[in-house]
């Protein structure tokens, strides 16, 4: 009686977590919605716009990355684009939404593959509810970038192959491949999943014959075959991913090399996790290094999260530490494998020990939430980053840029309205003005907030700035400058002299200035150039900067 009282109790338990975790999952989301349509005072970011105007122009793949994020938004907008155009007055929400849809299954997948590995709801509760405190991951559900399905699917890769090599499913093997093609298809790092789930087959005597067996080579081929859009893009494009791929790991210097890069490298990623969840995460790989570790199930979660950390520690010694979140799939296994490593102290006997792990650990909650709220709501505390950053100054114009990585998500409204009035200055003169900026991060937000979306093109290339999708895009000005030949342009960024090898007549430059309590966020340029008549093939489009 006892015994079964006791297994319905369990069982009663094990429900309450699951809606526990549903409801952090569901109310997070619901949050980021009410946030985002009522209470959002960040534009899209560079990258976001560059990535919608990718959507407006569907293709097999771009020059930087694989076309998944494209389709996303297109798909984000086409279901949602007139809800928040009601809303908002622009499609911010739609194409945000992609990033929430992501960023919730990718919470989904954490608790699935915790209670796989550890059979335990309420440790796959607390994995979510962490999850939640970690600034990396809420970021990554509220801006819409390429990291938002890439992790996403790089967590699903990990359920479905945990799936295939210990539940011995066989569909779980090509969904495996599935998702794991998805994921290239937004990031190539996810290749990495493949050699890390190889590696863990190697290395594990009772599984080592799944390497040899179809589902594993089943898996590959079919993420393979999800390259080939890539693949054809690229073949007809010069192979130009290929270059930027390459410049960006360092590859193309061959004699650089930065020392003190495995040290950037690692005070990165200290940071990105608020320092104590580095410190639980490494002490957990060391505990559970595989040769010392009997379980396979938890030598799967540290597979599938160190050579990932190692291929980027290695790389910084060419990139000089590279981007935080490059290897932030690390911590998706990992963070399951540090929460229960970090339950697992609870059970030390030394008081003291208990106490410093229980006050750290509601520190670097109370940090992540903290840091969390200032990313979506920076504003709220620009008093206090004033009093870091100091006065404006010749050698600051813009200080809280210093202190205050938002504030490249601000102004771009002020800044296309004012180009909307400077076309309809020239509108009423009669001409109909071509758009351009001089960098490409400026076309895709200019189109986004300019009045009817329109086509705005880059003169990067002219200007020294490396290759950008916006190049292969026909015609534009500095490739086929014919059908341009005599326009007006309203030219964001750039200075007048620069702009003046390519048309007759250089207006004079305007400063557009985003301010908020009285401080400069952002500035632009702004110059209404006349007679286009092409810019002369800069010396290094032949072998540009990628």
């Given at each position: 009686?006892?015994?079964?009282?006791?297994?319905?109790?369990?069982?009663?338990?094990?429900?309450?977590?699951?809606?526990?975790?549903?409801?952090?999952?569901?109310?997070?989301?619901?949050?980021?919605?009410?946030?985002?349509?009522?209470?959002?005072?960040?534009?899209?970011?560079?990258?976001?716009?560059?990535?919608?105007?990718?959507?407006?122009?569907?293709?097999?793949?771009?020059?930087?990355?694989?076309?998944?994020?494209?389709?996303?938004?297109?798909?984000?907008?086409?279901?949602?684009?007139?809800?928040?155009?009601?809303?908002?007055?622009?499609?911010?929400?739609?194409?945000?939404?992609?990033?929430?849809?992501?960023?919730?299954?990718?919470?989904?997948?954490?608790?699935?593959?915790?209670?796989?590995?550890?059979?335990?709801?309420?440790?796959?509760?607390?994995?979510?509810?962490?999850?939640?405190?970690?600034?990396?991951?809420?970021?990554?559900?509220?801006?819409?970038?390429?990291?938002?399905?890439?992790?996403?699917?790089?967590?699903?890769?990990?359920?479905?192959?945990?799936?295939?090599?210990?539940?011995?499913?066989?569909?779980?093997?090509?969904?495996?491949?599935?998702?794991?093609?998805?994921?290239?298809?937004?990031?190539?790092?996810?290749?990495?999943?493949?050699?890390?789930?190889?590696?863990?087959?190697?290395?594990?005597?009772?599984?080592?014959?799944?390497?040899?067996?179809?589902?594993?080579?089943?898996?590959?081929?079919?993420?393979?075959?999800?390259?080939?859009?890539?693949?054809?893009?690229?073949?007809?494009?010069?192979?130009?991913?290929?270059?930027?791929?390459?410049?960006?790991?360092?590859?193309?210097?061959?004699?650089?090399?930065?020392?003190?890069?495995?040290?950037?490298?690692?005070?990165?990623?200290?940071?990105?996790?608020?320092?104590?969840?580095?410190?639980?995460?490494?002490?957990?790989?060391?505990?559970?290094?595989?040769?010392?570790?009997?379980?396979?199930?938890?030598?799967?979660?540290?597979?599938?999260?160190?050579?990932?950390?190692?291929?980027?520690?290695?790389?910084?010694?060419?990139?000089?530490?590279?981007?935080?979140?490059?290897?932030?799939?690390?911590?998706?296994?990992?963070?399951?494998?540090?929460?229960?490593?970090?339950?697992?102290?609870?059970?030390s006997p030394q008081r003291w020990y208990r106490r410093l792990l229980a006050g750290n650990?509601?520190?670097?909650?109370?940090?992540g939430l903290t840091l969390t709220v200032i990313l979506h709501h920076s504003d709220w505390?620009?008093?206090?980053?004033?009093?870091?950053?100091?006065?404006?100054?010749?050698?600051?114009?813009?200080?809280?840029?210093?202190?205050?990585?938002?504030?490249?998500?601000?102004?771009?409204?002020?800044?296309?309205?004012?180009?909307?009035?400077?076309?309809?200055?020239?509108?009423?003169?009669?001409?109909?003005?071509?758009?351009?900026?001089?960098?490409?991060?400026?076309?895709?937000?200019?189109?986004?907030?300019?009045?009817?979306?329109?086509?705005?093109?880059?003169?990067?290339?002219?200007?020294?700035?490396?290759?950008?999708?916006y190049d292969f895009w026909r015609p534009n000005p500095v490739y086929d400058p014919t059908?341009?030949?005599?326009?007006?342009?309203?030219?964001?960024?750039?200075?007048?002299?620069?702009?003046?090898?390519?048309?007759?007549?250089?207006?004079?430059?305007?400063?557009?200035?985003?301010?908020?309590?009285?401080?400069?966020?952002?500035?632009?340029?702004?110059?209404?150039?006349?007679?286009?008549?092409?810019?002369?093939?800069?010396?290094?489009?032949?072998?540009?900067?990628?």
């Amino acid at each position: 009686m006892s015994r079964s009282l006791w297994t319905s109790w369990f069982r009663c338990g094990n429900g309450l977590w699951r809606c526990l975790a549903g409801f952090l999952i569901l109310a997070a989301a619901g949050g980021r919605v009410a946030y985002w349509a009522y209470d959002c005072p960040l534009d899209l970011a560079p990258d976001e716009a560059h990535y919608w105007d990718w959507s407006r122009h569907l293709d097999w793949s771009y020059y930087s990355k694989g076309p998944l994020v494209a389709y996303l938004i297109r798909g984000g907008t086409a279901v949602a684009g007139a809800w928040s155009e009601r809303l908002l007055s622009n499609e911010m929400l739609a194409v945000r939404l992609p990033a929430l849809l992501c960023g919730s299954l990718l919470l989904v997948s954490l608790y699935l593959l915790t209670r796989q590995v550890y059979r335990r709801e309420d440790l796959a509760a607390a994995v979510v509810a962490l999850a939640l405190t970690f600034p990396m991951i809420t970021a990554g559900a509220s801006i819409m970038t390429i990291d938002a399905p890439y992790t996403c699917c790089w967590g699903w890769a990990l359920v479905l192959g945990y799936q295939a090599i210990f539940r011995g499913s066989r569909w779980a093997w090509p969904a495996a491949g599935l998702v794991v093609g998805l994921g290239i298809l937004a990031k190539y790092t996810m290749v990495l999943w493949v050699p890390s789930a190889a590696l863990f087959l190697l290395t594990s005597p009772s599984q080592r014959r799944l390497l040899w067996r179809p589902g594993f080579w089943v898996l590959c081929i079919i993420g393979a075959a999800c390259c080939l859009p890539i693949l054809w893009w690229n073949a007809s494009h010069g192979w130009v991913t290929l270059h930027h791929v390459s410049g960006q790991a360092g590859l193309t210097d061959q004699e650089t090399m930065h020392w003190l890069g495995p040290l950037v490298y690692l005070g990165a990623q200290f940071g990105l996790l608020l320092g104590f969840w580095f410190v639980i995460w490494m002490a957990a790989m060391i505990a559970h290094r595989p040769w010392a570790e009997p379980d396979e199930s938890v030598r799967y979660l540290w597979w599938m999260s160190a050579p990932m950390f190692v291929v980027f520690l290695l790389f910084s010694f060419k990139t000089n530490g590279g981007e935080p979140n490059w290897p932030v799939t690390t911590y998706e296994s990992g963070l399951v494998l540090a929460v229960a490593w970090l339950v697992r102290q609870w059970q030390s006997p030394q008081r003291w020990y208990r106490r410093l792990l229980a006050g750290n650990l509601a520190l670097a909650c109370v940090l992540g939430l903290t840091l969390t709220v200032i990313l979506h709501h920076s504003d709220w505390v620009q008093p206090v980053l004033l009093r870091f950053s100091g006065p404006v100054s010749e050698w600051h114009p813009m200080p809280l840029r210093r202190f205050d990585p938002t504030c490249r998500l601000r102004g771009w409204q002020t800044l296309a309205a004012e180009v909307d009035r400077r076309r309809e200055e020239l509108k009423r003169e009669g001409t109909e003005p071509v758009l351009a900026a001089t960098n490409w991060s400026l076309p895709g937000e200019l189109a986004f907030y300019c009045a009817g979306r329109p086509v705005v093109y880059s003169l990067g290339l002219a200007m020294g700035d490396r290759h950008s999708q916006y190049d292969f895009w026909r015609p534009n000005p500095v490739y086929d400058p014919t059908p341009f030949v005599g326009r007006t342009f309203i030219v964001v960024g750039g200075s007048a002299a620069e702009l003046a090898r390519g048309f007759a007549q250089t207006g004079p430059t305007q400063l557009v200035t985003y301010l908020e309590r009285g401080q400069p966020i952002t500035c632009w340029s702004i110059t209404v150039c006349r007679g286009f008549r092409g810019f002369p093939l800069p010396q290094g489009l032949t072998g540009p900067s990628y």
